[in-house]
C-alpha cells in the first residue's frame, strides 16, 4: 500500500472524473466517454465483460433505470440505481 496522500489538485481531477462518468452513463453521454476510456478499457459486471466498443454501444442505449447515485470512500464505493 502507498503511503503518499494525494494532493487536492489530485482528488478534484478525480472526482470531477467520477463525475463524468456518472452523468454520462446516465445521459448516454458516448461522446465524453471516448476522451477518457483508456483504448484497452474492459468493464466487468455480474455475468458480462465488454470491452470498450461493446461499452460504448451499450452506452448508446436507452438506461434502464432514472437515476444514478454514487457513493465513494477511500476503501469502498457503491451505487445505487433507480
Not at 489530485?10 to 445521459?27: C, F, K, M, P, T
Not at 447515485?69 to 445505487?80: A, D, G, L, N, P
Request: aromatic residues 8%; without cysteine; negative net charge.
Amino acid at each position: 500500500m502507498n503511503d503518499v496522500k494525494p494532493s487536492s489538485e489530485d482528488l478534484a481531477i478525480v472526482e470531477q472524473l467520477n463525475n463524468d462518468y456518472v452523468h454520462s452513463d446516465q445521459h448516454n453521454g458516448v461522446k465524453r466517454f471516448t476522451e477518457f476510456l483508456a483504448e484497452d478499457f474492459i468493464v466487468q459486471t455480474p455475468g458480462v465483460t465488454r470491452n470498450r466498443a461493446e461499452f460504448l454501444e451499450n452506452i448508446a442505449k436507452p438506461r434502464p433505470f432514472e437515476e444514478l447515485r454514487y457513493m465513494t470512500s477511500r476503501s469502498e464505493s457503491s451505487v445505487t440505481l433507480r
